[in-house]
């Protein structure tokens, strides 16, 4: 039997040992580990590639350099927005789940607010590194996409928006023959941007109408009123295609926002479910769901 003040003594003895071990604990472990860190980011960006890619392939990429983008209806892009949603939440939530799940257990006295709020930075470092890689990627694919698309012999009087109403520009201009003074590649540059102009809410002055049917009718060799009637068309569809590449930027822009977000709470939620697994401990009544 032990007296009571050997006792007190062990208890003594029994708290101090505690309080040296997880001071140790949380001196030999830091507070972020960036490998785990790392691995999640690098899953959650090589899935998501893969969706994004698998998405593109069923029809689910609206913005391409090919004409068939004129057919996507808003239902196709809202579709596509929606696509995009689900793969934010689970490459990242995956992405979130392995920098959890790796991360190192800290001590079984640590309390469990602040482990799962460690765990849950470790998800956001990791959405917040695969978002940024993945932009990168896209941006370098796109950007190749469009040097690939305009050529190395594009002419430097070329409009920026040229691409977008090209097909407008080549009934604007079409001929049996063209004239042997004719140089099509400013002229189609000088009505890309008139077109371009004529797509605001001002419209097309009755200046530019006038010049841009001189223009059709000299490089072409048409009559007044059929190269009339040509402006008119090029300007309906014009306007057509750029409210319609407008909308979809709209959409997908507005959806792409709002998956990041949701990519990053589901990073969080991912950690949080892996670090629970990590230390064997069942998720609380409310997360059941």
Not at 126 to 143: C, F, K, P, R
Not at 174 to 192: I, V
Request: some cysteine; proline content about 5%; overall charge neutral.
């Amino acid at each position: 039997m032990l007296t009571p003040g050997e006792a007190a003594r062990r208890v003594e003895a029994a708290r101090l040992t505690d309080e040296i071990a997880v001071e140790s604990v949380e001196i030999g472990t830091s507070f972020l580990q960036w490998g785990p860190i790392i691995a999640g980011a690098l899953v959650a960006a090589a899935l998501s590639l893969v969706l994004i890619t698998f998405g593109s392939a069923i029809g689910f990429g609206v913005l391409s350099s090919s004409p068939s983008w004129r057919d996507a209806s808003p239902a196709l892009t809202v579709a596509s927005g929606i696509y995009l949603l689900l793969t934010a939440l689970v490459s990242f939530g995956l992405g979130g789940y392995v920098a959890g799940r790796l991360r190192e257990r800290w001590h079984p006295t640590a309390h469990s607010n602040v482990v799962e709020f460690r765990d849950g930075v470790h998800g956001v470092l990791s959405w917040a590194i695969a978002a940024v890689v993945s932009g990168l990627v896209i941006a370098a694919s796109v950007a190749g996409i469009a040097a690939k698309a305009v050529g190395p012999a594009a002419s430097p009087t070329a409009a920026t928006g040229e691409p977008l109403i090209a097909y407008e520009l080549d009934r604007l201009f079409r001929a049996e023959r063209h004239p042997p003074q004719a140089d099509l590649s400013y002229s189609r540059a000088e009505a890309a941007r008139i077109l371009l102009a004529a797509t605001g809410r001002q419209g097309i002055t009755p200046e530019d109408r006038s010049y841009l049917v001189r223009l059709v009718a000299a490089d072409t060799g048409a009559a007044p009123p059929d190269a009339e009637r040509r402006v008119d068309t090029a300007i309906t569809a014009a306007t057509t295609a750029v409210h319609k590449a407008r909308r979809s930027a709209i959409i997908l822009g507005f959806c792409t926002a709002a998956s990041l977000l949701a990519g990053a709470a589901a990073a969080w939620y991912g950690a949080c479910a892996g670090g629970r697994h990590r230390d064997e401990v069942a998720p609380p009544l409310n997360w059941r769901w």
